[in-house]
């Protein structure tokens, strides 16, 4: 770096001497261009005639995988991986291993340092350190812009230019949508600020209420086909906002202080939007899409306009853009034509993002200046697995989505083949596959997957998308759905897990300084009987009306006593139940569940006792977090642990041995039970029951039918016995050679 000659005499010198040290028969150097493009800038084992010639996206091959997922990439045999990509012009064909790290600067990535081996060779984590401490010196040669220049550097996507560019948000819903870019940005002007007759205005306003409620119900109407679901009760939260007395109200005190019908509804729309911006609940903050989606329909009918939605011309693929918007105004739009949808704010668990999940439509949120960046009708690819849009891709980023999204149409034509089909394995273990479920929608999978039933229901979902808790009634309604939805197949209800991330607009804000392990799930259900209780009536009463069997699971249970005072209240309802005349399910099963590593120690005297655990479910996304004592959420321990470490499988092993011996079924439905490689290993560590989302039944399926469990029990016997940071490598290589599918 100090010796003299241009910036690019020193990369040259770079390469070779990261090349002669790591006895490479490749090192080379991509920099990132304007345009999300990476650009061979120098190599040693490549042709040479390709420096500055061969440019790719951040979506194409092993070297725009490093740079997307800013992650290192470690392959023994590359040729496997799906995103190899062979370019004829730069002479790799001889080349099997591959090691890239990304070039970050700044927080964002300036390029990719790459390694390659003519051999099979296992890279190490020394290999990958020592490429990233070297990435940190070349990252400051291309921020000196002597390579390219200062102006490309500091650009960014969309700076006024027709450039492909990238943008990255947080994923609201997964999927991959392809069409052109279309703007809501809806806005009326009003003209009139005042008005002579109070009397006529507050008409106006009356007649617009009710062509909106029938419009409402129009709505309604549309989405039936979706089945019941937690976008219906979203809607009638909408005709609620509609038919709020208080509201009306204030508008009609407007107008009779003066005001035109539309400036008195905008100045109540001010004056509630000023009120809640002053509120810190981000989930309170959110409903003021809602109040403000209510306002400007209300102002629609108000002038006989039809929404923007249905006014414009769209185009056969739509990719809507907005700020922030309200359920009902997507429901506007066409919904053949709808591929995806990005916002500059939102979260996962705002009202559009589930309705958008409804209709199965990709969504990225948080994206930040989207409107200022993307243009009317440009082209767009929304990629809501990785959290990111590319804005006017080139060609060959488009063509690579394209084929992704008919493989994976491919996929799914053989994944139904898989349904009726049962997850046996070629030595004869059986694993009974469940689907994890938070709203009824999704249990229209049961059918289409095959699954057995539900291993994981979550139900904080429908508490968190009300204004306030909802009453045992509803609740009994809500549960009789869930059983109707299963058609007889068993159902595992968690209990009410909020807190940490997932926060109730009716309960006060909770400022610990590390929500995750404060006041959450059963701690609060415990401090909070009644509201434990309430939902435990609700789930006895649905079970009873429909005579089916009941499955009840407490979350993240700490110590023994903590389930036995959960499972005494359950006692106390039952008791309440019968004492009033009513019936009570026969077969009632309580379980709990396992996230927290101190419980690991206790059951025995949970598992296999009177009135103990009936089955055990082991949540593995927090064991692990609270195992490494790593936040999951933190970006810079994303990969820092790995669930198939020695440590976490010893941990499920002994829960697994402890559960076999008292006759308790143990289920994983954390993550781990829909990956492939991982549940591949929990069969092996002695689970037989995974739960998993709807769209990894298939490929898990697939994985048991092509696995024999024996001889990767005899394998996991041996690397256990070793301190690898990870076994992943090992195991993924195993499996390759032996023809398991993952």
């Known amino acids: 770096m100090a010796a003299g000659g241009t910036a690019q005499a020193r990369l040259d010198k770079i390469v070779q001497l990261i090349a002669a040290e790591m006895v490479a028969d490749v090192c080379s150097v991509y920099v990132m261009r304007a345009g999300e493009v990476l650009e061979l800038f120098a190599t040693v084992g490549l042709n040479p005639q390709a420096v500055h010639v061969t440019r790719m996206s951040v979506n194409e091959g092993l070297v725009g995988l490093v740079a997307a997922d800013q992650a290192p990439v470690r392959l023994s045999n590359a040729r496997n991986h799906p995103r190899f990509a062979y370019r004829p012009e730069t002479g790799e064909d001889p080349f099997q291993s591959f090691a890239g790290v990304p070039i970050l600067r700044g927080g964002r990535v300036r390029g990719v340092l790459v390694i390659q081996h003519k051999d099979r060779r296992d890279y190490t984590e020394l290999d990958t350190e020592t490429l990233q401490t070297i990435a940190m010196v070349v990252a400051e040669l291309i921020a000196a812009g002597e390579l390219v220049s200062q102006g490309e550097i500091g650009a960014g996507p969309g700076d006024g230019d027709m450039r492909p560019s990238r943008l990255a948000g947080v994923t609201m819903n997964e999927g991959i949508g392809i069409g052109l870019a279309v703007l809501h940005q809806p806005q009326i002007t009003v003209r009139e600020m005042v008005a002579e007759d109070p009397q006529v205005e507050i008409q106006r306003v009356n007649d617009a209420l009710s062509t909106m409620h029938l419009a409402l119900d129009e709505l309604e109407r549309l989405t039936a086909d979706q089945g019941d679901g937690e976008h219906l009760d979203i809607l009638e939260t909408y005709?609620?906002?509609?038919?709020?007395?208080?509201?009306?109200?204030?508008?009609?005190?407007?107008?009779?202080?003066?005001?035109?019908?539309?400036?008195?509804?905008q100045k109540v729309q001010t004056d509630t939007r000023l009120r809640i911006a002053q509120m810190t609940d981000p989930y309170i903050r959110e409903r003021m899409l809602d109040f403000e989606d209510v306002a400007q329909r209300l102002l629609y009918h108000l002038q006989g306009r039809r929404s923007e939605a249905a006014d414009g011309t769209l185009p056969d693929d739509v990719i809507l853009v907005a700020r922030s918007m309200g359920p009902a105004e997507l429901l506007d739009y066409d919904r053949s034509r709808l591929r995806g949808l990005i916002l500059e704010e939102g979260s996962p668990t705002s009202h559009v993002a589930i309705i958008a999940r409804a209709l199965g439509i990709p969504v990225i949120g948080r994206c930040e200046d989207a409107l200022s960046r993307i243009d009317p009708l440009d082209p767009l690819i929304v990629d809501g697995d990785h959290a990111q849009v590319?804005?006017?891709?080139?060609?060959?980023?488009?063509?690579?989505?394209?084929?992704?999204?008919?493989?994976?149409?491919?996929?799914?034509?053989?994944?139904a083949a898989m349904a009726s089909l049962p997850a046996i394995s070629k030595d004869g273990v059986r694993a009974t596959i469940l689907l994890n479920a938070g709203m009824l929608i999704d249990l229209a999978a049961l059918e289409e997957t095959g699954a057995a039933g539900v291993g994981l229901y979550r139900t904080e979902i429908p508490f968190m998308v009300r204004s306030q808790y909802p009453a045992v009634s509803a609740q009994t309604e809500l549960y009789g759905k869930v059983f109707d939805q299963a058609a007889g197949r068993p159902v595992t209800f968690r209990t009410l897990d909020v807190g940490g991330d997932k926060k109730l607009p009716y309960f006060p804000e909770d400022n610990a300084e590390n929500p995750a392990l404060g006041w959450r799930a059963i701690r609060m259900g415990l401090d909070r009987p009644a509201m434990l209780r309430k939902q435990l009536r609700a789930l006895l009463a649905a079970a009873s009306e429909r005579r089916a069997p009941l499955r009840i699971m407490f979350p993240m249970i700490t110590e023994a006593s903590e389930f036995?005072?959960?499972?005494?209240?359950?006692?106390?309802?039952?008791?309440?139940?019968?004492?009033?005349?009513?019936?009570?399910?026969?077969?009632?099963?309580?379980?709990?569940?396992?996230e927290v590593p101190s419980i690991i120690w206790q059951l025995p005297m949970l598992a296999g006792v009177p009135g103990g655990a009936d089955f055990i479910s082991i949540g593995t996304n927090d064991l692990m977090q609270f195992l490494y004592a790593s936040d999951r959420g933190d970006q810079r321990l994303a990969n820092r642990y790995d669930p198939l470490s020695t440590a976490m499988l010893l941990a499920l092993k002994d829960v697994v041995e402890k559960c076999e011996a008292a006759g308790v079924p143990v289920t994983v439905c954390g993550e781990m039970g829909g990956r492939p490689l991982d549940a591949m290993v929990l069969l092996a560590l002695g689970v037989r029951m995974l739960s998993?989302?709807?769209?990894?039944v298939a490929r898990i399926k697939m994985m048991v039918r092509s696995l024999d469990v024996g001889q990767v029990r005899a394998l996991m016997g041996e690397l256990m016995r070793h301190p690898h940071h990870s076994l992943r490598e090992r195991l993924r290589l195993y499996a390759l050679e032996n023809g398991i599918k993952i």
């Open 564 to 594: 036995f005072a959960a499972r005494a209240l359950l006692d106390r309802e039952i008791a309440r139940r019968l004492a009033d005349g009513g019936a009570v399910p026969s077969d009632i099963k309580v379980g709990m569940m396992l």
């Open 692 to 696: 998993m989302p709807p769209q990894a």
């Open 390 to 415: 590319y804005v006017r891709p080139g060609d060959e980023v488009e063509s690579g989505y394209r084929k992704t999204l008919r493989f994976r149409a491919e996929e799914r034509k053989n994944y």
């Open 239 to 265: 005709r609620m906002l509609a038919a709020d007395r208080g509201w009306t109200r204030r508008i009609h005190e407007a107008i009779l202080g003066g005001l035109s019908a539309e400036a008195a509804i």
